[in-house]
C-alpha cells in the first residue's frame, strides 16, 4: 500500500482554493438563507433543488429521487473506471432553529464573526458536504477531471432520525455502488485536531414497565400486602449489571470482538487529560471497571445506562405513597459486531426470567458500524487529510450512534467519517457555527482525497 502512496500534487488545486475564498463562502452562504427543516418541511424542496442545481454543472448529474418522505438527492460522475468510487453522504436538512431570541444574528442570515461562519446548518451539515462538493469543483476546475469516480448522496431527513435510510439504501444498491463511504458531519474533538474515523456505536433505547396495584395506596394501610412496582424495577436492575460494571445479562458481551492491535494502538495514541476531565464533571474516579482507558470506554465497550426511573412521589417533603406503576428509561450503546435485535431478545428473555410480569417496550435503535483500520483506504484518506490540514487521529469508533450501519452492514462497504466542524458547533442549538477556517480545510479535503484515491489504483494499489 505504502507504494500506492506517491502524493500527489495538489499545489495548483489548495491555490485554486485559497483564490475563490470569496466566491465560495458567498456561495455557501446563499445555501444557508434557505431553511430545509425537516421536522416541519419547511424549504426541503427549495434545498434539495439548489444543490441539485450546484452539483449540475459539476457533470454529477443530479437527481432528486422521493421517498414515503424528504427526497434524496444523488448524484454521481465516473471519469476514471478502474480507480476507486467513493460515496460521499451528507444531509441538507437542518434542525429547527428555535429558540429564536438566542441567536446572536439570525439562523438563515448566515454572518461571520471572530472567524466563525454563524447559521443553521452551517456545521450540521450543509457547511460540511458543500465543502466536499467544492473540493470536486475546484478539481475539475483545475484538472477537468477527476482522479478517482464520485457519488453523492445527500439525505433530507437525517435530523429527523433518517426514517428512511435503511430501505433508501437496500432498494437502491445499484445507484450506490462504490468502494468506500466518507461522511463528513458532526465536530472533530476538544483538542481540534483532524481527525479520521471508522465506526460508531449502535444505540438500543427501550422502556421497562412495572406495574402493582390498579391504584396507588397508602404505604401504612397496604405496604407489606401490596407489592411495590419501584422495588420490582430496582430489584430487576439490579440482576442485569453488577457494582463491577459488567452487564450480567446472558450472552450480552457473547459478540464483542477483542480490539486488533492497530485499533488499541490508536486508541492509545488519542490524548486525555484525565485528571483534567474528572475536575471538570466533578467527580473523582470514572464509572467502574477501573482499569479500562478513557477512549476504549468509549470506542470498545458496550454500555448499559438507565436514564431515567421514575414512580410514586419525587416532589417536596414527604409522600407515604405506594406507587402503583413505576418506569425504567433505559439505553444501551452497542459496539461490533453486537445487533439490536440479538441484544433486545436477550433483554426480554432475562426480563421474562427474573421479573416476568414487567414490560420491554422498544423505543428504536441503530446497529452499531465498524471498518477496520486495516483497510487499504486507512492510508491514502490517512494521506489526504494530512496533506489538506494536518495529520489525523485515527479513532476506531466514535461513542455516539449514526446510521452508518446501512452503509457497512447493508452495502458492505468500509465506512469513514472525516468530520471537519470545530467541536463547539453549536449543532442542534442556537448560534450554531462553523470556523472559517475550517470550512477551507473541509474543501481541500475534499479535493486532496478524491487525489489520493484516484493514485491508489493508479500506483498498482
Ligand atoms: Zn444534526
Redesign the pocket.
Known sequence: MTTALNSPDLGDVFAYIDAHRQEYLDRLFVYLRQPSISAHGLGIAETAEHIAGVMAPLGLAPRIVPTAGWPMVLGTRDDRPGTPTVLLYG?YDV?PPDPLDAWVSPPFEPTIRDGRIYARGVG??KGQHFAQILGIEATLACRGALPCNVKVLLEGE??IGSPRMPAFVRDHRADLGADLVVTS?GPVDENGLPVLRFGVRGVINFELRARGANRDLHSGNWGGVAPNPLWTLVHLLGTMKNEHGDVTIDGFYDAVGPQTPLEQAALAALPVDLDATMRSLDVTQLDAPADRGFYERLSAWPTFTINGLHGGYGGPGSKTVLPHEAFAKCDMRLVEAQTAEDIFARVEAHVRRHAPGVEVIWQGAMDPSRTPIESPYTAPLRAAITAAQGAPQLVPAMGGSLPDYVFTKTLGLPAFQIPYANADEA??APNENLEVERFFNGIKTGAALLAHLGAMRRAGG
Open positions: 444531509h434542525q450540521d451539515n437525517e435530523e458531519d449543532n442542534h
